[in-house]
């Protein structure tokens, strides 16, 4: 059997700029009528763009609640507020799936441990949002059981504060979240 190179395409191989090779094969000479289209339908992006534009718009919260902002959290899955509009309304069982970690009320030293582990068992890239004020700095509980800030424990990208934060507020965090994601020059702090 005989190994042969490509096949001969006879005069016009070789196709300078402007030329345009037709649905039927053939090279021809490209108006600037096409060239505006074709410049027109045309996207380029990077892959890096396309990945932060996935991972902000579909952020899987751990099924995760320590006290009353738990329940403001839950509200946001309601259709009056709908999470869904991030691509978050699937709150993941599984620290293994999820992406983001909704720190939702007060840690208390008991806890600690457990908020660090789940943290530690999600995947990269992960993100910590501190809902309400026993999450970002021990609210009003000034005392040896509770841990002033998750902040101590893991790193934190957003604080909403409240006590406890309405619905609209965690979705407002949301948003901060997305802006962060997208930033090209966010680097996680460890």
Excluded at 10 to 31: C, F, H, K, Y
């Amino acid at each position: 059997m005989a190994v042969t190179g490509p096949p001969e395409r006879g005069p016009s191989t070789t196709l300078g700029a402007g030329t345009i090779v037709s649905r039927a094969g053939s090279p021809t000479e490209a108006t600037e009528a096409d060239l505006r289209a074709l410049e027109s339908n045309i996207l380029t992006t990077t892959v890096g763009r396309v990945v932060s534009w996935a991972r902000k718009n579909s952020l899987w919260p751990a099924q995760f609640g320590l006290a009353c902002c738990a329940i403001e959290m839950i509200a946001t899955a309601q259709a009056r507020f709908d999470i869904a509009r991030f691509g978050s309304e699937a709150f993941r069982a599984s620290p293994r799936q999820a992406d983001l970690m909704i720190v939702s009320g007060r840690v208390s030293q008991k806890m600690a441990p457990v908020v660090k582990h789940i943290y530690e068992q999600m995947l990269e890239p992960k993100w910590v949002i501190a809902m309400g004020d026993c999450a970002s700095c021990g609210g009003v509980f000034n005392n040896y059981a509770l841990v002033q800030g998750v902040d101590k424990l893991i790193p934190v990208d957003v604080y909403v504060a409240g006590c406890p934060p309405r619905p609209e507020a965690l979705l407002y965090g949301f948003l901060k979240l997305q802006e962060l994601i997208a930033e090209p020059a966010h680097r996680r702090r460890r």
